[in-house]
DNA sequence: CCCCAGGTGAATA
DNA sequence: TATTCACATGGG
């Protein structure tokens, strides 16, 4: 069954930049229809102005994974601070940061570390594929993402084959804690950010950045802003001159996302991701 | 052969 | 506390 959405002139949402940016690695567009799976459903939706088809889920369920209902517009105004935000922001117009589910999203993050997005891709696909619940009903081979169960049964061979590299051990472990810990979420998401940020990084392969990563785009702290070698780079050239080299320290990291989350605000998360989204990398924003 | 990609953990000084 | 290095994988 197909419905419409139509939301607010004045809220603006651009679906593409949304399921494009690298937030989230488990959509894919196909005959001008996006396919994606979100917590067990199998979903398909495309854009028409400022109508939104699609079928798999209902319409709560559209509004509150893409944040519908949150004020986009004074958003950006809170974090449109300088030329550089402003030119992220008009280029990248309508991304929202889409509320993911949280064990799929750290597990996501866990496996983006010193990799590029299409791998990332590839390896939360083939867990999918291989690991996941077929979902009946819908018009393409959809899987859920798999529990943590099914994650932390299976031998190292097989979580390799799913070309995790040296991250098996890392998803491995987070499976047996996030098994372990079934309410594991619902505390993370209690504490305050800096509490919840500790608590993540207390998992095996998960540091700052993938810590913060889950935190915004699972969990919703839109203060946590996550520092990978882009971000790294455009904060270094717009706003820190000081930073030499290639390489993020510990030290380096805080001082960025301390820097950031003083000057953008709190949704300092958003200004990271459309800073992102507009970078002059493999995925720019039209 | 090289370097890079949504980094992190361990060893070392 | 701050450097340095290894780590699997795939693309250019």
Redesign the pocket.
């Known amino acids: 069954m197909t419905a419409i959405l139509t939301h607010r002139p004045d809220q603006p949402f651009d679906l593409d930049r949304t399921l494009d940016?690298?937030?989230a690695f488990r959509w894919v567009k196909a005959d001008g229809w996006w396919q994606g799976v979100v917590g067990g459903r199998a979903i398909r939706i495309r854009q028409e102005g400022d109508r939104l088809i699609y079928s798999g889920a209902d319409e709560a369920f559209i509004r509150d994974y893409f944040r519908l209902d949150q004020d986009l517009p004074a958003i950006l105004a809170s974090i449109d601070r300088d030329p550089t935000i402003a030119d992220a922001i008009r280029r990248c117009y309508g991304l929202r940061v889409v509320r993911q589910p949280p064990w799929e999203c750290l597990v996501s993050?866990?496996c983006?570390?010193?990799?590029?997005?299409?791998?990332?891709k590839?390896r939360i696909s083939l867990l999918s594929e291989r690991y996941g619940s077929a979902i009946g009903g819908a018009s393409w081979a959809a899987h859920t993402f798999p529990e943590p169960e099914r994650l932390a049964a299976l031998c190292h061979a097989d979580l390799?084959?799913c070309?995790?590299?040296?991250?098996?051990?890392?998803v491995s472990s987070a499976a047996v804690f996030a098994a372990e810990h079934p309410g594991w979420a619902e505390q993370i998401a209690a504490l305050p950010y800096e509490d919840a940020r500790r608590e993540m990084?207390r998992?095996?392969?998960?540091?700052?950045?993938?810590?913060?990563?889950t935190l915004?785009?699972a969990f919703g702290f839109f203060e946590a802003f996550?520092?990978?070698?882009?971000?790294r780079?455009i904060v270094a050239e717009a706003y820190m001159p000081e930073l030499r080299g290639?390489?993020?320290?510990?030290?380096?990291?805080d001082r960025i996302r301390l820097f950031a989350r003083d000057y953008f605000g709190e949704y300092a998360g958003y200004a990271?991701?459309y800073l992102?989204?507009a970078r002059p990398?493999?995925?720019p924003c039209g």
């Open positions: 940016c690298g937030q993050y866990i983006a570390t010193n990799t590029n997005i299409p791998a990332v590839r390799r084959d070309r995790l590299g040296y991250r098996t051990d890392y990084m998992l095996r392969g998960v540091g700052p950045k993938a810590a913060d990563c915004l785009f996550p520092v990978d070698v882009w971000i780079r290639r390489t993020c320290t510990p030290a380096e990291y990271q991701e992102y989204c990398g493999p995925f």
